[in-house]
């Protein structure tokens, strides 16, 4: 049963930002498998994610055609990507950017969802949060049609792409320069610079 943690907390909850973040759903978006990292970052013990809807971890914060946006595209069999601010059982926060991809069984039958997340760096953040919290004012001043109309509008007008698309991009010009500028530091000639291998290597790499 959903527990949602009685205060909201101001404040980022330390986790392993070189870490990945997996869940899988069923199809309605009850929590079938977190890992280790998804459990420590959110603050629960596995066994409490288990069973639970995944909106166990939704933030106040995230507007509701954020969401619509998601299932929207995995109803229609897309994987997505969307940048998250998720809620920790004490009332903390983390962002992340979610890889969303759909599992079949043999057959091709939709069994459910895996997410993948990493953590943003701090300059995608200060781009998505005054989008989402104009979306959340839209919504709850003039409503849920309102913002989703909003919402189309400005991609079209504003980004001239996808959310998906959006996303994607955002991400990967402000991670490389965010890379660049860390260049020369013995870390960074140590690791080897995975996103330039590209997004999946990003978010997969740790198992290629
Ligand atoms: C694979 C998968 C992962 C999800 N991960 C998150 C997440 O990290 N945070 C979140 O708030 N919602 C996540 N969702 C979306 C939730 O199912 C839900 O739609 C969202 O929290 C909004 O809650 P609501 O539908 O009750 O308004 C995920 C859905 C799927 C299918």
């Given amino acids: 049963m959903k527990t949602p943690p009685s205060q909201i ?10 870490k990945t973040i997996v869940s899988k759903t069923d199809t309605y978006g009850t929590i079938l498998y977190a890992n280790d990292v998804f459990a420590n970052t959110c603050e629960y013990n596995p066994i409490e994610l288990i069973g639970e809807p995944h909106n166990i971890i939704r933030h106040p914060d995230m507007p509701k055609v954020a969401f619509k946006a998601l299932w929207d595209a995995l ?11 998720n809620l920790t059982k ?22 459910g969802y895996t997410g ?4 943003v760096p701090n300059s995608v953040i200060k781009k998505i949060e005054p989008l989402y919290k104009t979306l959340l004012d839209i919504e709850n001043l003039k ?20 959310y998906d698309e959006f996303v994607v991009d955002l991400f990967e010009q402000e991670k490389s320069k965010e890379e660049k500028a860390t260049i020369n530091t013995p870390k960074e000639e140590d690791e080897p610079n995975k996103i330039k291998k590209g997004l999946n290597w990003f978010f997969f790499g740790d198992f290629l």
């Fill in 9 to 18: 907390i101001d404040e980022e909850v330390n986790w392993d930002k070189t």
């Fill in 75 to 85: 109803k229609k069999g897309k994987n997505y990507h969307a940048i998250v601010k």
């Fill in 143 to 162: 409503g849920e049609k309102a913002s989703e109309l909003y919402f189309d509008a400005y991609l079209k007008e504003e980004v001239g792409k996808s």
């Fill in 116 to 119: 993948r997340r990493k953590a």
């Fill in 90 to 111: 004490t009332g903390r926060y983390y962002w992340v950017i979610t890889d969303f991809t759909i599992d079949k069984n043999e057959e091709g039958i939709v069994t």
